[in-house]
C-alpha cells in the first residue's frame, strides 16, 4: 500500500482484506492534547459545535492483504462511527473495559462469513502511513443472490 502512495500519490483507496488476523485495542489518552484542543477550539462558520469527548482507546485492524508480498498490516481506524459505537456501548454497559471490548467484537464480526469487508483508507496527515477512515461490509451474496438482475 505505501507503494501506492509514493510512487503513484494516492491518497484515498479501497483495501480488501484478505484476512483478518485480529483487532487490537490500545488505550489511549482520556484527553485532547494542547494541539488537539486548539483545532476543537477554532471558531465555526455555522455556529458553535457540541464538544467532542475523547475516545481512550485506539482501535487497529491486524491483517493480511491480496499482495503476494504481504506479510501483514496493523491499520487505525478512524472511522468515526467506531466512536459513536463506543459512546453508545459505554453508555449501555456503563465502563470503558466492557464497551472496547463490545466494539472489538463488532469490528471482528464484520469479517465474519455473512460479510464482504472493505477498507476506504486515507493518509495520515503527520505520519507516513494509512488510517482506515471508513469500513463497508454488505451482506455476502450466496448462489443466485449473487446473480444481478437486469436494469431493463
Known amino acids: ?17 484478505r484476512e ?3 483487532i487490537v485495542v490500545a488505550e489511549d489518552d482520556d484527553d485532547w492534547n494542547e494541539r ?10 455555522f455556529g458553535r459545535r457540541k464538544p467532542l469527548t475523547k475516545i481512550p482507546f485506539k482501535f487497529r485492524y491486524s491483517f493480511t ?18 466512536g459513536a459505537l463506543y459512546q453508545n456501548e459505554l453508555d449501555r454497559l456503563g465502563n470503558s473495559e466492557s464497551a472496547s471490548n463490545s466494539v472489538r ?4 464480526s464484520f469479517s465474519g462469513p455473512n460479510h464482504d469487508l472493505h477498507f476506504f483508507v486515507g493518509p ?14 454488505p451482506p455476502t451474496l450466496r448462489g ?9
Open 65 to 82: 492483504c491480496h499482495d503476494p508480498r504481504c506479510n501483514g498490516h496493523r491499520i487505525m481506524v478512524e472511522d468515526w462511527e467506531i
Open 20 to 22: 483478518i488476523l485480529d
Open 105 to 108: 467484537k463488532k469490528l471482528l
Open 124 to 137: 495520515h496527515s503527520v505520519h507516513r502511513s494509512w488510517l482506515i477512515v471508513g469500513l463497508f461490509y
Open 1 to 17: 500500500m505505501s507503494d501506492l502512495r509514493d510512487n503513484e500519490g494516492l491518497s484515498l483507496g479501497i483495501v480488501k482484506p
Open 144 to 152: 443466485d443472490e449473487a446473480i444481478q438482475d437486469s436494469m431493463f
Open 36 to 45: 488537539q484542543r486548539a483545532v476543537l477550539s477554532q471558531a465555526r462558520m
